[in-house]
C-alpha cells in the first residue's frame, strides 16, 4: 500500500532541503521499515532508494545522517536475526553447534563489520562535509554551499545504490565478511573447535586471566580466543587522545583512576605491569579543565604538556601489547559515527561481548526498534 502511494506521488516528494517534505517521508519509512510485512528487499524505503533518480535535487542535514545510521543498523541485525547466516556459518567451521551466547555475540560483531564497511565509512563523510560537531573536519573553515551541494546528491546515490546492492547479496557478503574476520582475529578451525570443545568440558573460568576476559554483563569468558570483548571506556579515552581532547573531555579523570585501578586489574590483553611501574614511580597529574583560562605560568603549560604526552603514551604502550582487535577498531568506527558519542553508560574496565555492546548502545531494544522512536537517544550533534 505505502509503495503504491509512493508511486502516485513519485515526482512530487522533494528531497532539495534538510527541512523539505521528502525527508519527513524518509523519516517515517525508516522508523516504520519493520512493520511492514514483506522482506526488507521488497519495503517502501527500499523501493524508493531504488526509485532515485539521477538528476535528482538532494540536500539533507545533520539529522537525516543519524536517520541513515539508525536503519542500516536495524536492517542488517534483523537480516541476520531472521536468516542467521553468521550462525550458520560458525556452526560449520565447528561441525555442529557452535556455544551460545557466544555464537550471538560474534555474529553481531560481524553484522557491524559489515555495516561498517559498506554504510559507516559513507555516513562518516557526509558528516564531515556537513560539519557535524565530532566528526573530522576542519573546524577552522566554514561550509561551503556551492562544494556541498555536488557533494551531497553524490552521497545519496551512492548510499542507495550501496543499500539496494548490498540487502541483495546479503548472504554471500555476510560469509566473506566473516571469514575475513575470522583470520583477522587468528580464529582457525582448530581454534575454534578447541573453544568448543573447551566451554562444552566447562574448562574456561579456572584461571585468573579467564575472568580479565570476561563480559561486564553476560560474564561469557573470552581467554581462549583472545578477543571478542571491547571496552568503550577505553574506546573513549583513545578518541579523545586522538581528536586533541577537543570533544567532552574527561581523560584526566580516567588516567588518575587508571593507574589507581589498573595496577591491581589488567583489561581485555592488556599489560599491567607498565602501569604499575608508573604508579609505584609516585607521579602526580595535575590538570584543571579543559580551557585552563587561568593557566598563566610556564609551570602549568609544562603540565598540561606532560598531561597529554602521558595519554599518548600509555595508548602507544597498551594498544601495542593488544595486537590488532577487529571488535575494538568496528566499534571505534561506530563511536565516530554517533558523533564521537555513546548511547549507553560505561563505566572505567567495563567489557563488552557483540551481544551486551549492541544492546547497551540501544540497536537490541525491542521497545525502540519496534515504535521507531529513534529520536530519543539522538545525541545533540544531529539535532541542528
Known amino acids: ?15 532539495s532541503e534538510p527541512h523539505s517534505e521528502g525527508w519527513k517521508i524518509v523519516e517515517d519509512l ?9 522482506p526488507a528487499t521488497s519495503n517502501s524505503i527500499f523501493w524508493l532508494f531504488r526509485s532515485l533518480k539521477a538528476e535528482s535535487m ?14 542500516a543498523m536495524r ?42 564497511k559498506k554504510f559507516l565509512v559513507l555516513l562518516l563523510a557526509a558528516g564531515s562535509c556537513l560539519h557535524i560537531e ?20 553524490f552521497l545519496y546515490e551512492t548510499w542507495c545504490q550501496c543499500f539496494t546492492s548490498t540487502l541483495e547479496s546479503s548472504i554471500d557478503i555476510f560469509i566473506s565478511e566473516c571469514d575475513t574476520a575470522l583470520k583477522e582475529a587468528g580464529w582457525s578451525k ?7 570443545a573447551a566451554i562444552a568440558g566447562n574448562i574456561i573460568g579456572e584461571q585468573d586471566a579467564d575472568r580479565k576476559m570476561q563480559c561486564s554483563v553476560c560474564h561469557s569468558r573470552y581467554s581462549l580466543l583472545g578477543f571478542g570483548l571491547v571496552e568503550p571506556r577505553w574506546i ?10 577537543r570533544f567532552d573531555c574527561s581523560c584526566e579523570d580516567f588516567l588518575e583512576n587508571y593507574e589507581i585501578g589498573r595496577s591491581c586489574q589488567a583489561s581485555p590483553g592488556y599489560e599491567s605491569e607498565s602501569v604499575k611501574e608508573d604508579s609505584e614511580s609516585g607521579e602526580e597529574i595535575f590538570h584543571d579543565a579543559k580551557d585552563d583560562t587561568n593557566d598563566d605560568s610556564q609551570g602549568n603549560e609544562e603540565d598540561e604538556i606532560a598531561w597529554t604526552t602521558k595519554c599518548e603514551n600509555l595508548i602507544q604502550r597498551i594498544e601495542a601489547v593488544k595486537g590488532k582487535d577487529p571488535f575494538q577498531a568496528v566499534a571505534i568506527q561506530l563511536y565516530r559515527t554517533q558523533a564521537r558519542t555513546w548511547l549507553g553508560t560505561y563505566e572505567l574496565g567495563e567489557r563488552f561481548c557483540g551481544t551486551c555492546f549492541l544492546k547497551n548502545e540501544g540497536y537490541l ?20
Not at 1 to 15: A, T, V
Not at 134 to 153: H, I
Not at 236 to 245: D, P
Open 365 to 384: 531494544d525491542e521497545e525502540v526498534k519496534y515504535d521507531g522512536d529513534f529520536l530519543s537517544s539522538m545525541p545533540a550533534s544531529f539535532n541542528q
Open 134 to 153: 565530532g566528526y573530522d573536519f576542519d573546524y577552522d573553515t566554514e561550509v561551503d554551499p556551492t562544494v556541498l551541494a555536488k557533494q551531497l546528491p
Open 58 to 71: 538532494v540536500g539533507f542535514g545533520p539529522k537525516t545522517v543519524w536517520h541513515g545510521l539508525q536503519h
Open 236 to 245: 573513549k579515552f583513545i578518541e579523545c587522545t586522538t581528536s586533541g581532547h
Open 1 to 15: 500500500m505505502k509503495i503504491k502511494m509512493l508511486r502516485l506521488f513519485d515526482d512530487c516528494i522533494d528531497m
Open 190 to 196: 582448530d581454534t575454534l573447535m578447541n573453544f568448543k
Open 30 to 38: 525508516v522508523s516504520s521499515f519493520n512493520q511492514e510485512s514483506v
Open 75 to 116: 536492517t542488517f541485525i534483523e537480516i541476520e536475526q531472521n536468516i542467521i547466516v553468521v550462525k550458520n556459518r560458525l556452526n560449520v567451521l565447528v561441525d555442529g553447534d557452535f556455544p551460545d551466547p557466544y555464537v550471538t555475540a560474534i555474529a553481531y560483531w560481524i553484522v557491524l563489520i559489515v555495516i561498517s
